[in-house]
């Protein structure tokens, strides 16, 4: 025993000491780091969780915030119950395509309008989306020609203008048949209307590229397109309409007005008379560019040159009302175009037919009033 307790009292040297000092207080640190270690693992480990429940929840509403924001979000609520009403629908409307470009133009515009008008799903035809797809990103689909043959159709005539009736047209099956173009149908939903008439990229790139270069280096240039309708009203207005088409006076007044309006002003003019145009228009002043081919069957490319201008001199009939439409800017029109006692005019109304800011130049009647009874 004495020997036992005799051990425990010997004392340690210097280095003994000095290395069981070091021996504890390594083991303490280590203890001491083992600690706090695992203190911040949970800590962190807790915040983590806490950001993940946080991510979930922000996902989920930005998730949901995106599944519906083509709907909600993008559409007023009264748009929204509208567009919910249309996809539920179980009538199909369509119009029937007749006439030209600028005719199908407004039947296209006149069935979009008025099947949205009352919430009912509107299709289009082959060869309406054959003549204007070419040019336009239209959104209403076409019908199958199978499908179209099954249908129980009811036709409905469309005037020229918009009608109250045709706000409540209660018939699942509509084929509408007419000549619909004025701004009337559709001039509320300008928007919605030109972005169906929304031209393809390649077409845009192509035409301000031709637009480029007839003007060169010419910087600030103010494009008017020039479209004069001749073709079969030469004959038919006067003949048959007791009416007249645009002549030189007309289009020196209307060229004329832009000329004092603006600087370094260009006019491109297309026809399907461009013969007559090159001998009645003045260019010697080189700013104009007879640039239209007059292809009646290939309209296109003349639409799509005049619509990418900034301003629009027409004359008559729907190409040239459309040209204006999807150019915007100012219009100048050819107005007071028949006799008071045209047969014309029981289906033509010229308030309905040329937007009120644009501005109209009364047609040269004396080679109608000077005839013979």
């Known amino acids: 025993m004495t020997n036992l307790l005799s051990f425990y009292t010997v004392p340690f040297s210097g280095k003994q000491t000095c290395f069981l000092t070091l021996l504890l207080l390594s083991t303490f640190s280590f203890i001491a780091i083992c600690i706090f270690g695992y203190i911040l693992y949970h800590e962190e480990n807790y915040k983590f969780k806490l950001f993940e429940q946080n991510t979930s929840k922000h996902l989920a509403n930005n998730i949901s915030r995106k599944a519906t924001f083509n709907y909600s979000e993008c559409l007023r609520d009264e748009d929204f119950k509208s567009f919910k009403a249309i996809r539920s629908s179980k009538g199909i409307w369509t119009i029937s395509p007749n006439g030209r470009f600028g005719n199908l133009m407004g039947q296209y515009a006149a069935l979009f309008a008025l099947a949205?008008?009352?919430?009912?799903?509107?299709?289009?035809?082959?060869?309406?989306?054959?003549?204007?797809?070419?040019?336009?990103?239209?959104?209403?689909?076409?019908?199958?020609?199978?499908?179209?043959?099954?249908?129980?159709?009811?036709?409905?005539?469309?005037?020229?203008?918009?009608?109250?009736?045709?706000?409540?047209?209660?018939?699942?099956?509509?084929?509408?048949?007419?000549?619909?173009?004025?701004?009337?149908?559709?001039?509320?939903?300008?928007?919605?209307?030109?972005?169906?008439?929304?031209?393809?990229?390649?077409?845009?790139?192509?035409?301000?590229?031709?637009?480029?270069?007839?003007?060169?280096?010419?910087?600030?240039?103010?494009?008017?397109?020039?479209?004069?309708r001749r073709g079969d009203y030469v004959y038919v207005m006067p003949q048959v309409w007791k009416g007249v088409i645009a002549d030189r006076n007309y289009l020196e007044r209307a060229m004329f007005y832009f000329r004092s309006k603006y600087k370094d002003v260009v006019f491109i003019v297309t026809s399907n008379g461009i013969d007559w145009c090159r001998k009645n228009i003045d260019a010697s002043k080189g700013d104009v560019?007879?640039?239209?081919?007059?292809?009646?069957?290939?309209?296109?490319?003349?639409?799509?040159?005049?619509?990418?201008?900034?301003?629009?001199?027409?004359?008559?009939?729907?190409?040239?009302?459309?040209?204006?439409?999807?150019?915007?800017?100012?219009?100048?029109?050819?107005?007071?175009?028949?006799?008071?006692?045209?047969?014309?005019?029981?289906?033509?109304?010229?308030?309905?037919?040329?937007?009120?800011?644009?501005?109209?130049?009364?047609?040269?009647?004396?080679s109608l009033l000077n005839k013979n009874p």
């Open 116 to 228: 949205r008008l009352n919430r009912k799903q509107a299709y289009i035809l082959p060869g309406m989306a054959e003549s204007l797809s070419q040019s336009f990103k239209l959104t209403l689909p076409t019908l199958n020609k199978e499908v179209k043959d099954k249908v129980p159709w009811q036709n409905y005539h469309l005037d020229d203008w918009m009608e109250e009736k045709y706000k409540n047209i209660f018939e699942d099956h509509i084929q509408f048949f007419g000549f619909p173009c004025s701004w009337t149908f559709y001039h509320h939903i300008q928007e919605e209307i030109l972005r169906e008439f929304s031209f393809h990229e390649f077409i845009t790139t192509e035409v301000n590229s031709c637009l480029r270069n007839i003007t060169a280096q010419r910087q600030n240039i103010t494009y008017v397109g020039v479209h004069v």
């Open 289 to 366: 560019y007879f640039l239209g081919d007059g292809n009646e069957s290939k309209p296109q490319r003349d639409f799509a040159i005049l619509a990418h201008c900034n301003h629009t001199i027409m004359t008559i009939g729907t190409f040239g009302f459309w040209v204006a439409y999807l150019a915007g800017g100012e219009v100048i029109y050819l107005t007071n175009f028949t006799l008071p006692s045209s047969p014309f005019l029981r289906e033509f109304k010229y308030e309905a037919a040329f937007l009120p800011e644009w501005i109209g130049i009364a047609a040269n009647l004396s």
